[in-house]
């Protein structure tokens, strides 16, 4: 089946401006996750869903960054006002939730790379 | 807070040597542990996984086993192969949640 999209692959954007990151994850996958990657770091992470509610936004890097999700499917993050130390690889993954051994197996989407001029 | 550490990188070695990737973590209760890996220009895709002690996970000839005594869950392959240059990350999962933190990342390039 389809595994986790983001839109769009690549943003740039000038320092100030507000941009909106997509993530559709796997159809059935109840958890979803938000990750940022600096160039040549490790994973950053920022928040995560179980449903539609985010039980522990302390990931979260600053108040001008902020996530929702609808329907127990997209989600999208939003950064606010951006800044250069913004630009990073912004992740996006899907996990089963619920039960069982396999509830935190996560599979990523492709990333959308963020610049911000 | 939980914690990953694993060895920096990168790491070097010939076709057919030995791999080690050390893996160590500070958790409370009894967290999932990971192997994820990032294959040049792809995403990243889950290697193996381990959710109680003494488990093993094995996949595509790497094993970690996980070592409660010692909090650690090291990477291991007998014999690398070139296929293998790639980016290596520990995580953990709480099992209070499903917050997952990742270790720093080892990228490990084999020679041929």
């Known amino acids: 089946g389809a595994g986790v999209s983001q839109s769009p692959s690549n943003k740039v954007t000038e320092k100030g401006k507000d941009v909106e990151l997509r993530c559709d994850p796997i159809s059935g996958h109840t958890a979803l996750y938000w990750y940022r990657q600096r160039l040549g770091q490790g994973l950053e992470f920022l928040i995560y869903f179980q449903g539609n509610s985010a039980p522990d936004k302390s990931g979260l890097p600053s108040d001008r960054f902020s996530a929702e999700r609808t329907g127990e499917s997209v989600s999208t993050l939003t950064i606010q006002r951006t800044q250069q130390e913004d630009s990073a690889v912004y992740l996006c993954?899907?996990?089963?939730?619920?039960?069982?051994?396999?509830?935190?197996?996560?599979?990523f989407g492709p990333g959308t790379r963020l610049t911000v001029t | 807070g939980n914690s990953v550490t694993q060895m920096e990188g990168p790491v070097t070695l010939s076709e057919e040597a030995f791999l080690t990737i050390n893996c160590t973590y500070t958790?409370?209760?009894?967290?999932?542990l990971f192997w994820y890996v990032q294959y040049p220009g792809e995403g990243l895709q889950l290697l193996l996984k381990?959710?109680?002690?003494?488990d093993k996970g094995s996949n595509k000839g790497f094993e970690a086993t996980y070592r409660k005594e010692t909090t650690s869950f090291h990477l291991e392959k007998g014999s690398v192969q070139v296929s293998d240059s790639a980016v290596y990350f520990c995580a953990l999962s709480d099992t209070g949640g499903f917050k997952t933190i990742f270790g720093a990342g080892t990228r490990l390039f084999v020679k041929a």
């Open positions: 381990a959710t109680k002690a003494d």
């Open positions: 958790a409370t209760g009894y967290p999932s």
């Open positions: 993954a899907s996990s089963l939730g619920g039960f069982g051994g396999s509830r935190y197996e996560q599979y």
